[in-house]
């Protein structure tokens, strides 16, 4: 079955540091792939969207790059803050417009 | 951007009634949107696609006599949990699909944006 790992455990960095969040699949060739930022009891705000003929994506002080043949994903941000404090979800599209979400990497920043 | 909202963004009831979330897209019409459960700690499962004018389709496991969807219009769905009981208990999150660009060029890319969710508890 598709299946999609991202890092279970919190990610902790001093701020400036860049965040790097890994987002594995398996039995899967998405078309693109979406990364989701998420805060406490809030819903998932979309961040980037990335094609499977891209391989890497820039916004601002997020990128990130799209390897199909290791069928891995990394998302960057650079010069993180405090405010970039968040889960951040990575989503691949089944058939029906649905999205397969990850169970989420947590990133603390500190000041 | 595209925005969703949800309504109640937090609901108490008792077990057995029955409990009725709406979620509208604002500035967009959105003839697909989802339902999702997430669990504290942990990712959003999918629960059903609700299409407007048919019928949902429900995702594997899921009860669908026991959650409602109706999508009566291209800006709304509900999701209703009827008969709720505690293990309800779960933040409930919809999303509005990206709506399809065809003829310019461009086609959609899927994007869903969500609402802000809603927290029920029953007791």
């Known amino acids: 079955s598709q299946k999609i790992e991202q890092n279970s455990e919190a990610l902790n960095i001093q701020e400036g540091k860049t965040a790097t969040l890994t987002c594995n699949y398996t039995?899967?060739?998405?078309?693109?792939l979406q990364w989701y930022r998420q805060d406490p009891g809030r819903g998932p705000v979309f961040l980037l969207l990335?094609?499977?003929?891209?391989k890497e994506k820039r916004k601002e002080r997020l990128k990130v790059t799209f390897d199909t043949t290791l069928k891995q994903s990394l998302f960057h941000i650079t010069a993180s803050q405090p405010a970039d404090s968040a889960t951040y979800l990575c989503?691949?599209?089944?058939?029906?417009?649905?999205?397969?979400f990850g169970q989420g990497t947590e990133l603390s920043v500190k000041p | 951007g595209a925005v969703v909202s949800q309504h109640p963004s937090w609901v108490i009831c008792k077990s057995g009634t029955s409990v009725k979330i709406e979620c509208r897209s604002l500035?967009?019409?959105?003839?697909?949107m989802f339902w999702y459960r997430q669990f504290p700690k942990q990712s959003l499962m999918l629960m059903a696609t609700?299409?407007?004018?048919?019928?949902?389709?429900?995702e594997q496991g899921v009860e669908k006599d026991k959650f409602l969807i109706n999508h009566a219009s291209l800006t709304l769905s509900t999701l209703t949990v009827t008969s709720a009981h505690p293990e309800d208990s779960s933040f409930y999150i919809c999303?509005?699909?990206?709506?399809?660009?065809?003829?310019?060029?461009?086609?959609?890319?899927?994007?869903?944006?969500f609402g802000p969710g809603t927290r029920l508890t029953v007791l």
């Open positions: 999303s509005a699909r990206d709506p399809p660009y065809g003829g310019h060029g461009e086609t959609s890319t899927d994007t869903q944006y």
């Open positions: 039995n899967y060739s998405p078309a693109y």
């Open positions: 990335i094609r499977e003929n891209e």
């Open positions: 989503a691949l599209l089944r058939g029906g417009g649905k999205l397969i």
């Open positions: 500035d967009f019409q959105a003839t697909t």
């Open positions: 609700s299409n407007e004018g048919s019928k949902a389709t429900y």
